[in-house]
């Protein structure tokens, strides 16, 4: 039935917004928070513009208090614990998992792309909604994403919940910086002089924009980051994807890709799960980026696997420090 015409001078009915509504979270509550208040800072405000002023400061101040910070940072993760390629759906996945088991550990997270998420933000193609199988609703629970749960799989509303709240609970880890618009663009590599086993011993990292103008612009000399852990998930084959896959074939350390295999949901996500492994001495693969190398199947709109690949990556990761 149309909804009823609202005349021009008539005012819209105002939202009934039901006070502390509680929407079902898989037999657990979750408060809504739109309970019709502000805090009372932000609640005095309303209505008392006129003489509203910030406090002063001066250019300078903001100037230093930004990079003050980064290059302390960059000078702290320049030793690293572990360093994850990539903050997509696995690599902040891994990062959450990592980060909480081990808020010893110094975690540095390198990622191309100004804004992080890869390929998360959409649940596929341009529908919102995010669709992961279950036990992967283990993981939402954990990090505390709501979700309506369908039986053999979960619904989280919109793709961007779930990653803007695994982000969150990442960046708010005092023992995580994430480096973003900063471009992996080689690995820092060492050779046992008995075996010649060669071991990846950190990353080589530039800014985005320069990685992707070395062709037409004098050189441009990049950064490093020393770590005895790298956990690379940069996602399948594309202009940066399966970035850390294609330097080892190119260093002769893999012979060659098998290359991503056509979409089957079923057998994708228990491959990507199940041999998320160290491939080379020092180097993690996990989430998509793997099934480059492994030749697994794809599963298109479902994320169960990359968020569990990237709970496998930091198991591996930490097997390393456990030694
Ligand atoms: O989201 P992605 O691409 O990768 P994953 O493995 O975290 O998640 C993959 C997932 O989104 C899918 O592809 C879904 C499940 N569809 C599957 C299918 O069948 O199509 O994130 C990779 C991240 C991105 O943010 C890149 O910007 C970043 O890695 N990245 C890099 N960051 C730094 N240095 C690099 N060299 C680099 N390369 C990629």
Not at 10 to 39: I, M, R, W, Y
Not at 50 to 60: G, L, N, V, Y
Not at 279 to 291: A, F, H, K, R, Y
Request: proline residues 5%.
């Amino acid at each position: 039935m149309a909804p009823a015409a609202v005349s021009p001078t008539q005012k819209p009915a105002q939202l009934a917004v039901a006070p502390g509504l509680k929407k079902p979270f898989n037999g657990q509550d979750v408060a809504v928070e739109h309970d019709g208040t502000l805090s009372k800072p932000l609640a005095d405000m309303l209505g008392n513009w006129e003489h509203f002023t910030f406090a002063p400061i001066r250019e300078s101040t903001v100037s230093r208090a930004m990079t003050r910070r980064y290059f302390t940072d960059l000078d702290t993760y320049a030793e690293s614990d572990i360093v994850i390629i990539g903050a997509g759906s696995c690599g902040l996945s891994a990062a959450y998992t990592l980060a909480k088991l081990r808020p010893d550990l110094r975690i540095a997270i390198v990622e191309a792309g100004v804004a992080p998420g890869g390929g998360a933000w959409l649940g596929g193609q341009l529908f919102s909604a995010m669709v992961m199988r279950k036990p992967a609703d283990a993981f939402l629970r954990e990090v505390g994403v709501p979700y309506e749960d369908e039986g053999d799989y979960v619904v989280v509303k919109h793709a961007a919940l779930f990653t803007s709240t695994v982000l969150s609970k990442v960046l708010a880890m005092p023992n995580v910086k994430m480096f973003n618009a900063t471009a992996v663009e080689d690995l820092i590599t060492r050779t046992d002089a008995e075996t010649g086993e060669v071991r990846v011993a950190g990353v080589v990292v530039n800014w985005t924009l320069v990685s992707m103008h070395h062709h037409d612009q004098s050189c441009m000399d990049p950064n490093t980051i020393n770590a005895p852990v790298i956990i690379s998930t940069t996602g399948h084959d594309g202009p940066f994807g399966a970035f850390s896959v294609k330097r080892l074939v190119s260093m002769k350390q893999i012979e060659q890709l098998e290359g991503m295999r056509g979409l089957d949901m079923q057998r994708a996500e228990d491959a990507i799960v199940k041999n998320t492994r160290e491939i080379v001495p020092g180097l993690i693969v996990g989430g998509m980026e793997l099934s480059e190398i492994d030749g697994a199947n794809r599963m298109g709109p479902t994320f169960g696997a990359m968020a569990l690949s990237g709970v496998k990556a930091a198991e591996e990761a930490l097997r390393v420090f456990e030694l």
